[in-house]
């Protein structure tokens, strides 16, 4: 006999509903055999069954064992489907969608981070809080993941998670909170490994290879360090003009998309996918007015080199607010660095002359002894402290060239 069915017999003295609680549990999962529950479910009266799983939920709502929340994410689903087919009142059958939502909330919450499998589970939630829910958990945790890998799981969830709620029609901002968790991303994977910051020589191929208007053959990329995020020039360096800029770039794995819609110009779409590994990039322009143009190409310079190796000894901010003396792109001069507000970097570069000055902002790395910094989106600076020298590069989104950057370490 059935764990129900023995819970049935005993109403003489307790009500069936108090019965459910106080079964005993025979194994262990809540639901020991979901087939013989929905057998028995059938024979109890709807109030019965909407409260078996209200009750199911309430013990279990804070449960972090990854096998009682897919055994009550498997049950919950054969009661949304029981029920319906019983055409029970609305409370009951939310009572099973919510026991369902509520287990893979907390699946999505517990399990390693997978994208596709966390975007299977955002699927299956039903209601909309518990969606938004789940894209502001990851965005909590965003601040304590290290992992490149983890990071690049994470985005794909949360650009299926933005795909999904357009489709679905959810509130605008349940798809927009999707796309700050993607934006926030893309932030913190050119932290960790900005391998595809730097300068690219690409070479357009196709039909639109002879269109002077889509000419170019370099592409810069970088970390803006600010709100703008990734920024992606298009350069024709024969001419010496910018073709096309990007400003909010997104990085998924190892593509960088962009997308310009303004309301005067022509609007345009982005697409490079590089393999991090050789530095070969391929890729394609579309606009409303030239259609589809492809390239390819090769890295030429990345800041990752510059992220390469670690210090040979501890590196603080108490190292880089100062003063250090040396030289950037060939003019010598003084590189003042100033903290105003908590993990944010002021500098100023100054020739020795007086005639060139550059204000930079952006980000200390104390564990890679890094410092990058960027000139409003124009020039990107990043040096690395490496045997009592900081030695990177610079480049410029305007030009795109690159060249050496080396300065002694702060007078303390």
């Given at each position: 006999?059935?764990?129900?069915?023995?819970?049935?017999?005993?109403?003489?003295?307790?009500s069936?509903?108090?019965?459910?609680a106080?079964?005993?549990?025979?194994?262990?999962?809540?639901?020991?055999?979901?087939?013989?529950?929905?057998?028995?479910?059938?024979?109890?009266?709807?109030?019965?069954?909407?409260?078996?799983?209200?009750?199911?939920?309430?013990?279990?709502?804070?449960?972090?064992?990854?096998?009682?929340?897919?055994?009550l994410?498997?049950?919950?689903?054969?009661?949304?489907?029981?029920?319906?087919?019983?055409?029970?009142?609305?409370?009951i059958?939310?009572?099973?969608?919510?026991?369902?939502?509520?287990?893979?909330?907390?699946?999505?919450?517990?399990?390693?981070?997978?994208?596709e499998?966390?975007?299977?589970?955002?699927?299956?939630?039903?209601?909309a809080?518990?969606?938004?829910?789940?894209?502001?958990?990851?965005?909590?945790?965003?601040?304590?993941?290290?992992?490149?890998?983890?990071?690049?799981?994470?985005?794909?969830?949360?650009?299926?998670?933005?795909?999904?709620?357009?489709?679905?029609?959810?509130?605008e901002?349940?798809?927009?909170?999707?796309?700050?968790?993607?934006?926030?991303?893309?932030?913190?994977?050119?932290?960790?490994?900005?391998?595809?910051?730097?300068?690219?020589?690409?070479?357009?191929?196709?039909?639109?290879?002879?269109?002077?208007?889509?000419?170019?053959?370099?592409?810069?990329?970088?970390?803006?360090?600010?709100?703008?995020?990734?920024?992606?020039?298009?350069?024709?360096?024969?001419?010496?003009?910018?073709?096309?800029?990007?400003?909010?770039?997104?990085?998924?794995?190892?593509?960088?998309?962009?997308?310009?819609?303004?309301?005067?110009?022509?609007?345009?779409?982005?697409?490079?996918?590089?393999?991090?590994?050789?530095?070969?990039?391929?890729?394609?322009?579309?606009?409303?007015?030239?259609?589809?143009?492809?390239?390819?190409?090769?890295?030429?310079?990345?800041?990752?080199?510059?992220?390469?190796?670690?210090?040979?000894?501890?590196?603080?901010?108490?190292?880089?607010?100062?003063?250090?003396?040396?030289?950037?792109?060939?003019?010598?001069?003084?590189?003042?660095?100033?903290?105003?507000?908590?993990?944010?970097?002021?500098?100023?570069?100054?020739?020795?002359?007086?005639?060139?000055?550059?204000n930079?902002?952006?980000?200390?790395?104390?564990?890679?002894?890094v410092?990058?910094?960027?000139?409003?989106?124009?020039?990107?600076?990043?040096?690395?402290?490496?045997?009592?020298?900081?030695?990177?590069?610079?480049?410029?989104?305007?030009t795109?060239?690159?060249?050496?950057?080396?300065?002694?370490?702060?007078?303390?």
């Amino acid at each position: 006999m059935s764990i129900l069915a023995k819970m049935t017999l005993g109403i003489c003295l307790i009500s069936p509903i108090a019965s459910f609680a106080m079964a005993p549990n025979l194994c262990d999962v809540p639901v020991c055999s979901i087939q013989d529950t929905m057998r028995d479910l059938r024979m109890m009266t709807p109030d019965q069954r909407g409260m078996y799983a209200l009750n199911l939920k309430n013990t279990h709502k804070d449960s972090t064992d990854i096998q009682v929340l897919e055994n009550l994410y498997r049950a919950g689903l054969e009661m949304k489907t029981l029920f319906t087919e019983l055409n029970d009142e609305a409370w009951i059958q939310r009572a099973a969608s919510d026991l369902v939502n509520t287990a893979v909330f907390s699946l999505g919450k517990l399990n390693p981070i997978n994208g596709e499998q966390l975007a299977f589970y955002y699927t299956e939630l039903n209601n909309a809080t518990f969606r938004y829910n789940l894209i502001s958990h990851w965005h909590t945790k965003l601040t304590s993941l290290e992992s490149v890998s983890d990071l690049e799981e994470l985005i794909i969830f949360a650009d299926a998670a933005r795909t999904y709620s357009m489709k679905i029609n959810d509130e605008e901002w349940i798809s927009r909170a999707a796309t700050t968790l993607i934006s926030e991303i893309s932030v913190k994977l050119t932290q960790l490994d900005p391998a595809h910051e730097g300068l690219y020589n690409v070479e357009i191929h196709g039909a639109n290879k002879g269109i002077e208007a889509l000419g170019f053959d370099r592409i810069t990329i970088l970390d803006s360090s600010s709100s703008k995020n990734l920024v992606i020039s298009l350069i024709n360096t024969r001419l010496k003009v910018i073709v096309h800029t990007f400003s909010q770039a997104e990085i998924l794995g190892n593509t960088i998309t962009g997308l310009s819609l303004p309301s005067g110009e022509m609007s345009t779409k982005f697409r490079l996918n590089l393999n991090r590994q050789t530095g070969e990039v391929e890729g394609m322009l579309e606009s409303t007015k030239h259609g589809v143009t492809e390239f390819s190409g090769t890295q030429m310079v990345s800041t990752r080199s510059v992220f390469a190796g670690a210090p040979s000894q501890e590196v603080t901010v108490k190292d880089i607010l100062g003063t250090m003396t040396g030289e950037l792109g060939g003019v010598k001069g003084r590189m003042t660095i100033k903290s105003f507000k908590e993990n944010i970097y002021s500098a100023t570069f100054t020739s020795l002359n007086g005639s060139i000055l550059i204000n930079f902002q952006g980000k200390f790395f104390a564990k890679k002894g890094v410092l990058s910094f960027t000139s409003a989106d124009k020039i990107k600076l990043t040096m690395s402290l490496r045997d009592n020298q900081w030695n990177g590069l610079s480049f410029s989104t305007t030009t795109g060239t690159h060249s050496k950057a080396t300065f002694s370490p702060i007078n303390k």
